[in-house]
């Protein structure tokens, strides 16, 4: 049964009136964390687990969705600010603290924005609030609701006469649940949210005061270090406890199955524990040559699943006037936190707390319990900022790895990997081989294209029960998510594409129902998941860039025998408004000059210019970016130098425009810096790139191109995903502006100097 | 373990530590200091700089026993929220972080190079940053927020 808004206010008026008012300061005596955090409910239908109305009339908010820096902790401060119609200062916000915050599960694939500023969780939260504070109003200044209006916490009647939220409610619980019909501020009438907020942190990180997890400390912690295999698989065969007996303050030697570590009274004498503990390790397997690591890989046993399936690929390929091929790869990559992973924890008999940089509080509570033999609701998980994270860098196995030290010591233990902690054992982001074949027409149209690709996994993010999907639980012995081999069955259900393995220029029809991006009907689209000699898990747009830098290119390549335009192409290829929508406006935005690639006036000057385009619909539909790269090759030495970056980019409704610059700025260059250079190495026994001096990352002195961005925002659509889109589309971008300038394909990531030179000398001799 | 005096901000402090301990761990755990941050511990990255004797130094390779009693500077040491040093206003103006964990090494070897050489160029600035990371990939706005300090500063 659905109730009048009238009726729903008049209700809830009533319901305030008889609630049975708990304090909520009784209730922060109680509980009262060490960063100021106090306890609420939790459970995410009622109105009291997202917001709390102080006495003082602070508004505090809880999140299941933190901030690392990606600007999320401002623009949820603004939404709260906007729909209660209060200054942002006035906001308080609480992020993912087990004891305190609604469980939103991990903090990850662009989901914060569609998760909290719709329609739904926080932003119903506010919204529900604010209609609930009106009915308080319209009781206690006797006018009706309709003749009410809100201004910086007070609501006003027609007659003048005022109430403060915080004498409607201060300080005692909402008793409702989040109503469903609770309308949101609508977007024109905004003064907080979509404007460009400085972002709240900004004072404090530039003076040295924002506190990381880092720098907490409590008092009479330890400190610990990790002490790995050397190699992937190796096992404890013996630990020598007497070779630390000298180092001063070690507090004590921790070994369970394979899981190694020192505790000691400061930072550095464990460290000097770590690095004398003398252990034996028997080895891992041999691993896969990296030379050749794709061709391994195309041959394992694999887990396979139909994305899309027309069942005439080869029919249509026999018929089509051209078919082209081409395979392209991507390497595993690092997320490379500035910082090394840290966490502290707190492990009692009874109880544990834990003070994380993970994505994932809750999960990370399961987990932390499951490690200890605890029950769930003893373990607390407080969220602290750590460095930029990017997905699962090593944030949650430090947790995990803090937890087990303070259990085995009984005290406060801070946890400090070391940069080779951090590197050699995070969860890479995937490898990724991708074979295509697409028909030309005699016209140049595409026909048909099929599509088959191999990513390299092992574990993943721990979720709330498999601590093996990372190096801390496979150490004690438990499993990681494997991919087991499966046969393909024909696609079934609503056509989705969440890892971007189907190019925007498929229809994606299943059983009629057609919800790709394009027009071409004669489609396939197979993966094959394989085992991976690695840890693998969820980086900056997981798998989609993978999958993106492959489609984007190889659609240049069709482009490129058909002699046509390569905006011109793709547009005859899609028929998905929004992603039409960013591309026309990026080519718009960069003064896009119709010709086909490569261009005809190669200069033989020693440095060569060309640009290229591409474009994605993020997940299939949360967030449309379409990038135009301009960049400089070096024909000598074959470096790439893009010079300007041009993006336009659609995730709807904007809540923040600098945060989203930022965001699109730091999207694009460390696209770039993926493209150019970075890539983790190894050799038949381990991984070798566990240092700045091994793993490449562009640094601060780096000549970096201009970034343009522009917003393009249709009326009436929900916000969507925006973080991840601009890196998504800019591998493929410089890819094909190499190509543009100087008609040689990369087709293998990174585009390093000796892969250019290499693909250039063969160009010359094709052409030769 | 010894007691050690060392300067850091225009004040004394005493510690008990092992004269080995690399400075960034002093200033961290025996001075709560927030500024700079373990990020490699190999000198690679930048992320724990401070300034000694006018220069940018990572203090994550620093023994204690050798910094004696020059000042040292960090973040804190030259600003406040309230009232933060022109580096930190231009920074905060330009919103030229995202974590902002890589900071002390991008803000104080900026002000290090300028403060010896205030018409330093575009060129040599960046050359001065060869050896600091970001991983969020600021480099635009950080490198907009130094050239805004350095004008300023010539006036």
């Known amino acids: 049964m659905t109730q009048s808004r009238r009726e729903f206010l008049q209700n809830c008026g009533a319901l305030i009136v008889s609630f049975s008012a708990g304090s909520l300061s009784v209730l922060s005596a109680q509980g009262q964390g060490p960063f100021g955090t106090h306890p609420s409910h939790i459970d995410p239908e009622k109105l009291d687990s997202w917001l709390a109305v102080g006495a003082d009339g602070i508004i505090t908010a809880y999140t299941g969705k933190c901030d690392f820096g990606q600007g999320i902790f401002t623009a949820q401060s603004q939404l709260v600010a906007e729909e209660l119609c209060v200054p942002i200062a006035r906001i308080k916000l609480i992020q993912c603290d087990t004891s305190v915050c609604p469980d939103q599960g991990t903090t990850s694939g662009s989901q914060s924005t569609p998760t909290n500023f719709n329609s739904e969780n926080l932003a119903l939260a506010a919204a529900t609030a604010r209609e609930a504070l009106l009915s308080l109003a319209a009781n206690r200044l006797e006018e009706p609701v309709e003749e009410l209006r809100l201004a910086d916490g007070v609501i006003i009647g027609k007659r003048g006469r005022r109430v403060r939220y915080e004498e409607l409610i201060g300080n005692k619980h909402f008793n409702l649940p989040l109503i469903a019909t609770a309308k949101r501020r609508s977007a024109a009438d905004w003064t907080v949210l979509g404007k460009p907020i400085a972002s709240l942190d900004r004072a404090a990180l530039m003076t040295g005061q924002f506190e990381f997890v880092h720098h907490a400390q409590i008092p009479g912690m330890l400190h610990g270090r990790v002490v790995r295999p050397p190699e992937m698989g190796g096992t404890v065969a013996h630990v020598d406890e007497r070779s630390v007996h000298s180092v001063p303050g070690l507090v004590k030697v921790v070994v369970r199955k394979n899981f190694v570590g020192v505790v000691a009274e400061t930072q550095y004498q464990a460290g000097l524990a770590a690095g004398k503990l003398a252990v034996q390790w028997n080895p891992g397997p041999e691993l896969p040559s990296q030379n050749g690591f794709f061709e391994y890989l195309q041959k394992q046993p694999s887990r396979d699943a139909l994305s899309v399936d027309s069942r005439d690929t080869e029919a249509q390929l026999a018929a089509a006037s051209r078919v082209i091929g081409a395979r392209y790869t991507y390497p595993y990559q690092m997320h490379g936190s500035v910082g090394a992973s840290c966490a502290l924890a707190d492990v009692k008999p009874d109880s544990a707390t834990v003070w994380s940089a993970t994505q994932s509080a809750y999960p990370t509570r399961s987990i932390v319990a499951k490690l200890l033999d605890m029950p769930i609701d003893k373990v607390r998980v407080i969220y602290l900022r750590g460095s930029g994270c990017y997905g699962l860098n090593g944030a949650d196995a430090v947790s995990f790895d803090a937890a087990i030290l303070s259990q085995a010591v009984g005290r406060p233990v801070r946890l400090q990997f070391s940069r080779q902690d951090e590197m050699m054992w995070e969860n890479f982001g995937s490898a990724c081989a991708v074979e295509h074949r697409a028909g030309l027409a005699r016209d140049g149209r595409i026909v048909a294209w099929d599509r088959e690709d191999w990513v390299a996994s092992l574990g993943n993010r721990p979720g709330y029960d498999q601590p093996g999907n990372v190096i801390t639980g496979m150490l004690l012995g438990y499993e990681p998510e494997l991919p087991e081999p499966r046969s393909v069955k024909p696609p079934a259900g609503k056509f989705r594409n969440p890892s971007n393995t189907v190019p925007s220029y498929f229809a994606g029809c299943i059983a009629g129902s057609c919800g790709g991006g394009g027009t071409i009907r004669s489609e396939r689209a197979l993966t094959h998941t394989v085992r991976s000699p690695f840890f693998t898990g969820p980086l900056r747009s997981p798998l989609r860039i993978q999958n993106t830098f492959a489609n984007e290119c190889f659609m240049d390549e069709l482009c490129a025998h058909a002699k046509a335009d390569p905006v011109a192409f793709r547009l005859q290829h899609l028929q998905n408004s929004r992603v039409i929508g960013v591309l026309k406006a990026a080519a718009n935005a960069a003064s896009w000059q119709a010709r086909r690639s490569p261009r005809a006036d190669i200069s033989r000057a020693q440095t060569v210019s060309g640009r290229g385009i591409a474009c994605v619909a993020y997940e299939g539909d949360n967030g449309y970016a379409a990038v135009v790269a301009e960049v400089d090759i070096d024909l000598q030495t074959g470096t790439v130098r893009p010079k300007r970056f041009v993006i336009a980019l659609d995730c709807g409704p904007v809540s923040n425009p600098d945060g989203l610059r930022n965001q699109t700025e730091g999207g694009i260059l460390q696209g770039m810096s993926r493209a150019l250079v970075e890539e983790v190495t190894w050799n038949n026994r381990r991984v070798t790139s566990v240092d700045w001096e091994t793993y490449h990352s562009l640094y601060l002195d780096y000549e970096m191109p201009t970034v343009e961005t522009v917003f393009v925002t249709p009326a009436n659509v929900p916000a969507t995903g925006a973080g991840e889109t601009a890196i998504t589309v800019t591998p493929a971008a410089i890819g094909n502006a190499i190509f543009d300038a100087t008609g040689a394909r990369l087709r293998d990531l990174p585009f390093t100097a000796e892969r250019v030179k290499a693909a250039l000398l063969a160009h010359r001799a094709e052409r030769a | ?155």
């Open chain 2, 1 to 155: 373990m010894k007691t050690i005096t060392l300067n850091v901000n225009g004040r004394q402090h005493s510690v008990a530590v092992d004269p080995e301990t690399p400075l960034l761990f002093v200033l961290n755990d025996e001075l709560g200091l927030r500024g700079p941050r373990f990020g490699c511990g190999m000198a690679q990255c930048g992320a724990c700089t401070v300034i000694m004797r006018g220069e940018a130094v990572r203090s994550c390779v620093l023994p204690l026993s050798v910094v004696g009693q020059d000042e040292v500077t960090t973040l804190e040491g030259l600003g406040t929220p309230e009232k933060p040093h022109p580096i930190q206003q231009a920074f905060i103006e330009e919103g030229a972080a995202q974590c902002g964990f890589c900071l002390s090494g991008v803000v104080l070897t900026a002000k290090a190079v300028l403060d010896v050489k205030p018409d330093a160029s575009d060129q040599e600035i960046r050359a001065a940053l060869g050896g600091i990371l970001c991983r969020c990939f600021t480099h635009t706005r950080m490198l907009r927020a130094i050239r805004k300090y350095a004008e300023a500063r010539r006036v």
